[in-house]
């Protein structure tokens, strides 16, 4: 009984004390990651710079508004996350996107690639 009532209360006291380190993290992990999305939408311009606009005849955009952009459509998009256990930890969410930040930097290579060889 009395294991009992210790297993509570150190559930109690890190469910307390979470929400501070929750409160610092937060921040820390959008400082870390804005960068990232600034780095995919420099990314994006380039490619709708090199792409979109002779070939479609679509107008130039610049930096912010394809940030915003690509932000709005990260928020919709659904990323799968393999399952070991009931909730994927934080080592499987990085993966994915350091995995999609790789891709970016590779379809930019592509890209840079076709854009020398058409001109």
């Known amino acids: 009984m009395l294991t009992e009532k210790k297993d509570k209360s150190a559930g109690c006291l890190g469910a307390f004390l979470s929400i501070p380190m929750l409160a610092f ?3 820390v992990l959008y400082l870390l ?14 490619l709708w ?3 979109a606009v002779p070939y ?18 990260s928020t919709f998009r659904v990323t799968q ?8 930890g934080w080592t499987e969410h990085f993966g994915v996107f350091v995995a999609e930040l790789f891709g970016n930097l590779v379809l930019l290579l ?10």
């Open 25 to 27: 993290m937060v921040p």
């Open 33 to 46: 990651v804005f960068p990232i999305f600034m780095l995919m939408a420099w990314i994006r311009v380039y």
């Open 49 to 51: 710079t090199w792409f």
């Open 56 to 73: 479609l005849h679509l107008p130039p955009i610049t930096f912010w508004p394809m940030l915003g952009f690509s932000l709005l459509i």
């Open 81 to 88: 996350v393999r399952k070991k256990q009931d909730s994927p």
């Open 110 to 119: 592509i890209g840079y690639i076709i854009h020398i060889h058409i001109h």
